[in-house]
């Protein structure tokens, strides 16, 4: 038997992605923060000289989460694409992407590598464009989804190469003492 499936079929398909894909992009991406303490909760990052035009710190969770929803939705489009032959390979770099996404906060504010951090976003950067184009290969709307994210990395890189310049040995700085800490005398 082979029937060709309505519209609304493939519609409700999508959607049945979409409820799996958007909120696992969103729960992982905001669990990968959590690991170390980030924004105004690390104290090495407190210290740091920021660039006038940084943001703030409300801002980055609220991007990441309208970033997230995004890229869940295109995952969940390519995932629904049955019969392409670029979908594994699609779904593959998007894997490989997010795994350098979510290890960004570790390498910035676990391990206070500035450099790392910006060689980390390039090398993102690149695999986004080259996701988006194998994305479009497959759906169009679903390259359209990645387009933000890839600019958000643009713009973080930005921020970082100001950082960078404005802390030159940021990688040494030591993080300021906590006032929560118990003093032994």
Known sequence: ??????????????????VVTVPFILLTGFASARFLPTGSQNGWFVA?????????????????????????????????????????????????????????????????????????????GVLALVTAVFFARVRIVAALFMLPYIAWLAYAGMLLYQIDQLNPDAANLAPGRSTDQIEVK
Do not use: C, D, T
């Open 48 to 124: 740091l000289a920021k660039p006038q035009g940084m943001p703030e710190q409300w801002v980055f969770p609220a991007a990441w989460a309208v970033l997230y929803v995004l890229l869940g939705l295109a995952l969940a489009m390519i995932i629904n694409a049955r019969g392409s032959r670029l979908q594994r390979p699609a779904i593959i770099l998007f894997a490989i992407m997010m795994a350098g996404n979510f290890a960004w906060p570790l390498v910035f504010f676990g391990a206070h590598q500035v450099q790392g951090s910006m060689i980390l976003i390039g090398a993102l």
């Open 1 to 18: 038997m082979s029937e060709i499936a309505s519209r609304g079929q493939l519609r409700l398909a999508f959607l049945r992605w979409a």
